[in-house]
């Protein structure tokens, strides 16, 4: 693997988001939109139930958090839509850059947009509601490492179907994840789940993340092995997704990159 | 002094791409030496652009090899393309980035040293000084073509691939631009496939001509020697008395004539010419203006296109 070559991709998107006032708002607009939609519903509920002073730090973490998955997610699945809105696929694959030098420029972007975006809503955060997410100490980096791998491999599928399909299913890029959201238990434990949605959220890793930081919240401890499970699934699905992804490009390699236009 | 050119940058063997039972290149073989420009012609759907992205690594063939430098592309690709570029009118560089940013980056992609003094060279070879700093959705048609053939060099090639390359440049700049490519292949022995609409174009700049259609190479040879396989010369005149007695003898003689008011063409094999004149001049039609063109390299396409 060439970094020069990861580079020239990552400087690429970073020159695009320079000049798009789209990719701007989407970094700082819905994080600020979440922080004072629910961060205001959330002080509203606090003021009429007594003892429910955590609730507030509850949903402000979980929206922080969900920054990271989301980040990644759409990093991967847009900035390959990118290319095929410039019709640039070719350009870029006529060069020696190999396909796995590509997918890392995106999970590379991911990560720098992921730590802009998350610094941006973690500082209003604290700011607006004196939330701060080094509450969870050492946990947190596990926390936002599992929840990054879950962006990973949700925009390894998105990208894997707009590479089978085309621009006619990009509208994945924006809404997949969120499919995933109901289950992962962002703002409300698994517990509450009906019983199918529990079974379900079993299968979802940032349901273990969100649980265990409910669980350092409540009660100041974390069953590790939550971790473990995160962790684990993360693994599987990366790995299923990356194959995915590489098999949707073999396909349009079969062919042609100008069928994806 | 023309340096003599023996060593082959690529051969193509055996190469096939089918789509379910459709052929779209045929088992063809060719190959291109050091230095040389190649025209790659046929009519559109003959399998051009599709041969030409299986050479660029971005098109799985279903079978053959395509090996540059004596080296197979499937095993040696990022080595291949390191020294391989390639330029098209129909493939677009990101629009929001601007000309020198879009340099910038591709700059990246390959292992050059001094990446500045490159991207300013560049930019002065083709005419982009005035424009470096506008984002590509600013430019022209024309300018967009002098980009892309500014990304085609960045990596100094060693063979490139020009897919319409002057396609929408004005006429000074197409000029300019064949200069720098008969230049850049006497200077650095660099290797050229060239496809192109524009005959007289493809006459100019190509030492041989591969020639393919529904899928099969039909033809391999000089522009010269292809143009020599076609029988018919064109007379063209500018009548001045007798329009339908000429047209009369045309028929009469199975003779192909297009009229454009009072120019006639007429196409015959050149040997009966000396006959034709004769014949007009006996049957009282006067005429001036006259051109007697030997078939060219248009006549060629003409005909094989056509098959």
Redesign the interface.
């Known amino acids: 693997m ?1 970094l ?2 990861i ?3 990552v ?2 998107f970073m ?2 988001f320079r ?2 006032y789209d990719r701007i708002s989407d970094v700082f607009y819905w994080p600020t939109i979440d922080l004072l939609l629910w961060g205001l519903t959330s002080q509203f509920f606090r003021s009429f139930t007594p003892g429910a002073d955590k609730i507030l730090v509850m949903i402000i973490t979980g929206i922080l958090f969900w920054i990271i998955a989301w980040r990644a997610q759409y990093e991967i699945s847009v900035n390959l839509l ?1 290319d095929l809105w ?13 396909f796995s030098e590509w997918v890392s420029s995106f999970i590379v972007i991911g990560i720098l947009k992921g730590i802009i975006s998350l610094s941006f809503a973690a500082g209003m955060a604290f700011l607006l509601y004196k939330v701060h997410i080094f509450n969870y100490g050492f946990y947190l980096l596990p926390f936002l490492f599992s929840l990054l791998l879950t962006g990973w491999w949700v925009g390894f599928f998105v990208g894997g179907l707009i590479l089978r399909f085309g621009t006619k299913v990009q509208t994945f890029a924006w809404t997949l994840v969120m499919v995933m959201s109901p289950f992962a238990a962002i703002y409300y434990p698994v517990s509450i789940l009906p019983n199918w949605a529990q079974f379900v959220a079993k299968f979802v890793p940032p349901s273990y993340i969100f649980e265990g930081a409910r669980s350092i919240l409540y009660e100041g401890k974390f069953d590790s092995i939550n971790l473990f499970y995160s962790f684990g699934l993360n693994i599987i699905y990366l790995i299923l997704g990356y194959i995915f992804l590489k098999r949707s490009f ?1 396909k349009i ?2 062919k ?3 069928h994806l236009y | 002094m023309l340096k003599l050119i023996i060593m082959n940058i690529l051969d193509v063997v055996n190469l096939s791409k089918h789509y379910k039972k459709f052929k779209a290149v045929d088992n063809i073989s060719f190959s291109l030496k050091e230095g040389e420009i190649l025209g790659f012609l046929g009519p559109n759907g003959a399998g051009k652009t599709t041969t030409i992205q299986m050479l660029l690594g971005v098109l799985t063939p279903t079978s053959g090899q395509i090996n540059y430098f004596g080296k197979s592309l499937q095993e040696n690709r990022e080595e291949i393309l390191e020294k391989v570029n390639f330029s098209s009118t129909y493939t677009h560089l990101p629009w929001r980035l601007t000309v020198w940013e879009n340099l910038l980056y591709t700059s990246y992609l390959y292992e050059i040293s001094d990446r500045k003094k490159r991207i300013e060279r560049i930019i002065e070879i083709f005419k982009l000084k005035k424009l470096h700093n506008q984002t590509m959705s600013e430019l022209s048609a024309g300018q967009l073509t002098r980009v892309n053939l500014a990304k085609a060099f960045i990596n100094f090639p060693k063979v490139l691939l020009l897919d319409e390359p002057t396609a929408s440049l004005d006429p000074d700049v197409a000029v300019y631009i064949h200069d720098f490519l008969l230049n850049q292949r006497s200077q650095f022995q660099v290797s050229i496939i060239f496809t192109s609409h524009n005959m007289a174009e493809v006459e100019k700049l190509c030492d041989r001509i591969v020639f393919i259609n529904k899928g099969k190479i039909i033809a391999d040879d000089t522009p010269n020697n292809l143009s020599k396989t076609i029988e018919i010369s064109h007379i063209t005149f500018f009548l001045q008395k007798g329009t339908n007695e000429a047209l009369a003898y045309c028929q009469q003689n199975n003779l192909i004539v297009s009229q454009n008011g009072k120019y006639f063409k007429v196409d015959c094999k050149e040997k009966t010419i000396p006959k034709i004149l004769k014949d007009l001049m006996e049957l009282g039609i006067e005429y001036s203006e006259i051109s007697i063109d030997k078939p060219d390299l248009q006549d060629y396409f003409l005909a094989k296109a056509n098959l």
């Open positions: 060439k020069h070559r580079y020239a991709m400087l690429r020159l695009l000049r798009s990118e410039n019709e640039n696929f070719i350009n870029i694959f006529v060069s020696p850059i190999r073999a390699m079969n042609g990159m100008v």
